[in-house]
């Protein structure tokens, strides 16, 4: 993931730091504050076939059409899509 600063311009050139309950990515050219960062929480499906199910768990080739089939679902979750797709391209 390419991380930018938005101030001086730099790409990936940045250090972690834990702020209350975000982890924060900060420039370490400028200081500036750049984005909170993913915390590796596990994605848990909430609804269908696979209800409760971490995504991660989901490796078999029927449990991997089926999440290819819910990634062209309209109106789903953009987070949700976004963890699918990784997943998939994973796997």
């Known amino acids: 993931m390419d991380i930018s ?3 001086c311009g730099l790409v990936g050139d940045y250090h972690e730091q834990q702020s209350g309950p975000h ?3 900060y420039c370490n050219g400028c200081g500036s504050y750049i984005k909170h960062l993913p915390q590796g929480k596990p ?3 909430y609804f269908g076939k696979y209800k409760d199910r971490e995504l991660s ?5 029927d449990e991997l059409n089926y999440l290819i089939w819910l990634s062209q679902a309209p109106g789903l979750n953009a987070k949700l899509k ?3 797709d990784a997943h998939i391209r994973k796997s």
């Open 23 to 25: 982890k924060s990515a």
């Open 82 to 84: 976004t963890a699918i």
């Open 43 to 45: 994605i848990t499906l």
């Open 5 to 7: 600063c938005q101030k």
């Open 57 to 61: 768990t989901l490796q078999s080739d």
